[in-house]
């Protein structure tokens, strides 16, 4: 696993890790391989689900899931936050 997620973009490090909940490196064997299999599956989905007028750039892409990374981990660290919020008295 140290492998794998060492050896892929940046962009795709950050959106494994926000399915994560944390880092893909604290997940088990099993937990990386169904996140990776989900992210996957709904990315086919998602590319052949729907026609596209124009092909996007890589760059849009990238950027499309450097931004959906940043959103899971900002929206895990509001929930977290409120939930400490919710036990101070």
């Known amino acids: ?11 795709v490090k950050m959106l494994l890790d926000a399915a994560a909940g944390g880092t893909m490196m604290t997940v088990s ?9 989900s992210l996957a599956s709904s990315d086919h989905q998602a590319e052949h689900g729907k026609h596209q007028s124009h092909k996007r750039g890589v760059l849009d892409l990238s950027t499309n899931y ?6 899971k981990l900002l929206s895990q660290q509001i929930e977290a936050l409120t939930k ?3 036990k101070i008295p």
Not at 1 to 11: R, S, T
Not at 66 to 71: G, S
Request: a negative charge.
């Open 1 to 11: 696993l140290n492998f794998f997620v060492n050896g892929i973009k940046p962009e």
């Open 29 to 37: 064997p099993e937990e990386a391989t169904q996140i990776i299999e």
């Open 66 to 71: 450097a931004i959906l990374a940043q959103n």
């Open 84 to 86: 400490q919020m919710a």
